[in-house]
């Protein structure tokens, strides 16, 4: 059953992240969960925002992993594989969700090749953000496997990932890295 023409209704997005998590299982799909969550809790307080279309676009926001271990192609990925199952709104999501700047400078590990990355920026530079674009950013910003979180924790742990900085474990017990008492209650 379909709630509209743009989205799938709930069993069938859970059904999608199931048989994903089954492809490609890992912690991406916890995460997936958790950014549903907090999708699904904020967007109760908000006026216009719909709580379980938000929380359908948080358990999706992140399908384009189903296929195999990929990094930022996984926005391309999953922009298409909605687009292909005829849900566009949740596609737009799957585009839009790592880019609050609607910059594709803000890619971490760009893993596709260099014709993907240019469609990619040409489907960006055509979105008009609208505030489920904003919310579902936040809220993949908020949540890790293990549960919802401040932002910077998130946004550093974002970055160790991506090599970008050294784990915070490796700070406490390497002598040659300074220790930066901001991030040492980073859980990897
Ligand atoms: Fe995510």
Not at 131 to 158: F, N, S
Request: proline residues 8%; contains cysteine.
């Amino acid at each position: 059953m379909i709630q509209t023409m743009c989205l799938p209704d709930l069993h069938t997005a859970e059904h999608l992240l199931l048989e994903a998590e089954v492809m490609n299982p890992g912690p991406w799909v916890p995460h997936s969960r958790n950014v549903a969550l907090a999708a699904r809790i904020i967007a109760q307080e908000h006026p216009d925002l719909d709580p379980e279309r938000d929380y359908i676009l948080g358990l999706l926001h992140d399908i384009g992993r189903r296929g195999r271990p990929n990094k930022d192609r996984h926005i391309l990925d999953g922009y298409d594989i909605l687009t292909a199952l005829g849900f566009p709104d949740a596609a737009q999501i799957a585009l839009t969700h790592s880019f609050p700047m609607q910059n594709p400078a803000e890619l971490l590990a760009w893993d596709g090749s260099p014709s993907e990355l240019e469609r990619l920026t040409r489907l960006l530079e055509a979105v008009s953000y609208t505030a489920e674009d904003r919310l579902l950013q936040l809220c993949d910003k908020l949540a890790l496997p293990e549960g919802c979180c401040i932002l910077e924790k998130r946004v550093t742990a974002q970055r160790v990932k991506s090599g970008m900085i050294t784990s915070p474990r490796k700070m406490l017990t390497s002598p040659c890295q300074t220790f930066n008492p901001c991030l040492w209650q980073v859980e990897m």
